[in-house]
């Protein structure tokens, strides 16, 4: 099974700030096959960006995924008031996904 | 567009057995397989397993294992997931979420996920 492990744990920054957030995995993720999602209280997660750096349909140019084999960052550039919400991210190339632990994105 | 609409909240003692219903609509049953995902409270996102409308065929989480049946109904398009012999630890919101294409199986990251369904288990 791949351990996907997320940092920081919470990242607190203000509306207009740029966030960075890290995914860390412990085998190579086969063809970039990482996603992240965004999770607010009392909702689904919402898919962002699938295959490591392809956005979802929707999902605004202010976020943003890079990387390859175990390490994998997504981008906010310039936060908006809605974007402060639990990030996680997940890998869906072998046959058993896995999700890392999410960061906590906090308004400072 | 799709579509998927889960069962309502359940309480169940230790020991029971919980079944959760996911319909899907807007798009052909037969056509994507469908994950089975859970979050307990304040917690992070827990994958169960996955399964394949086509067939039938399941693939489950280890932990899960001898506790976890998925079935899906082509008349009704609606998915089910069953957890027996349920625990405290169980507690937890129960998500569907829609998997890769069946006939072109590519892995695909679950964009359609159904609104969530609580289980709480306790005496």
């Known amino acids: 099974e791949i351990v996907l492990t997320q940092s920081p744990g919470t990242l607190s920054l203000s509306p207009g700030e740029r966030a960075t957030l890290s995914c860390r995995a412990s085998?190579?993720?086969?063809?970039?096959?990482l996603a992240w999602y965004q999770q607010k209280p009392g909702q689904a997660p919402r898919l962002l960006i699938y295959?490591?750096?392809s956005r979802a349909t929707g999902i605004p140019d202010r976020f943003s995924g890079s990387g390859s084999g175990t390490d994998f960052t997504l981008t906010i550039s310039r936060l908006d008031a809605e974007d402060f919400a639990v990030y996680y991210c997940?890998?869906?190339?072998?046959?058993?996904?896995?999700f890392g632990q999410g960061t906590r994105l906090e308004i400072k | 567009q799709a579509q998927l609409v889960q069962s309502g909240a359940e309480v169940k003692k230790p020991g029971a057995s919980v079944r959760v219903s996911c319909k899907a609509s807007?798009?052909?049953?037969?056509?994507?397989?469908m994950h089975w995902v859970r979050q307990a409270p304040g917690q992070g996102l827990e994958w169960m397993g996955i399964?394949?409308?086509?067939?039938?065929?399941?693939t489950f989480a280890q932990k899960f294992q001898g506790r976890v049946t998925m079935t899906g109904d082509t008349s009704t398009s609606t998915f089910y997931m069953e957890l027996s012999s349920l625990r405290s630890e169980d507690t937890a919101v129960y998500y569907c979420?829609?998997?890769?294409?069946?006939?072109?199986?590519?892995?695909?990251?679950?964009?359609?996920w159904g609104q969530g369904t609580l289980v709480t288990v306790s005496s």
């Open positions: 979420a829609r998997g890769p294409d069946t006939v072109v199986v590519v892995p695909a990251a679950p964009e359609y």
């Open positions: 807007g798009y052909a049953f037969n056509a994507y397989y």
């Open positions: 399964i394949n409308p086509r067939g039938g065929t399941t």
């Open positions: 085998q190579r993720v086969s063809s970039s096959y």
């Open positions: 295959g490591a750096s």
């Open positions: 997940q890998q869906y190339g072998s046959s058993s996904i896995t």
